[in-house]
């Protein structure tokens, strides 16, 4: 998570939509950068909302404006599913080496989910239902958007490194791995969608 003071701006780190680039490029610009541990990286809207929020509008006087990325729901399980793939992953429990996409992606509609599959939801971590979300929220894959608005707000010009990429997996998914991940993940759908 980053927080820029003087624009009242206050950037949430969704997982897997490039937030390690954007904590790069922008870092030294921020008055606050939560990099570590990966919890307060991580900083859910709700958990915003509920600690960080009222205090920096407290202490300001002004209210911040929230921003984040959101992945389509499909791109960004393979991310994750990808992501521990990795040979640097030493938590084997996690690891979903030995797995198709398919095998992952059912395993994460399961309830209760293995914990190579325990990822959350993109929805949850930007829209909470007992509660505001974020107020402008950006298409990972219209990653440009974001960088005008952050440009246009920080009044400078951002350059995204390339950082913490995945290995390259396949992706395939059958079609009826593909309707139940739709029906299962139907929230993140949903506002994933709404952001055309």
């Known amino acids: 998570m980053l927080v820029f003071w003087e624009q009242r701006l206050a950037f949430l780190a969704t997982p897997k939509t490039g937030s390690t680039a954007i904590a790069a490029a922008l870092e030294s610009l921020a008055t606050l950068s939560f990099q570590r541990p990966p919890v307060l990286k991580h900083t859910t809207a ?38 521990r793939q990795r040979d640097e992953m030493t938590e084997t429990e996690k690891s979903t080496r030995g797995l198709s996409f398919d095998d992952f992606v059912r395993a994460y509609v399961r309830d209760p989910q293995p914990e190579y599959a325990a990822v959350g939801s993109q929805a949850r971590f930007l829209q909470p239902r007992n509660g505001p979300g974020v107020d402008r929220l950006f298409r990972y894959e219209e990653i440009d958007r974001l960088v005008d608005f952050l440009e246009d707000r920080l009044d400078c010009r951002i350059t995204l490194p390339r950082l913490n990429v995945s290995p390259e997996a396949e992706m395939d998914l059958s079609p009826e791995t593909a309707a139940l991940l739709r029906q299962v993940a139907a929230r993140d759908y949903a506002l994933y969608d709404s952001l055309g």
Do not use: C, I, K, N
């Not at 959101?70 to 393979?78: D, N, Q």
């Open 46 to 83: 709700q958990r915003y909302r509920r600690f960080l929020g009222p205090y920096f509008a407290a202490a300001s006087g002004h209210d911040f404006t929230v921003v984040a990325l959101m992945r389509e729901p499909r791109s960004w399980l393979g991310s994750w599913y990808r992501y």
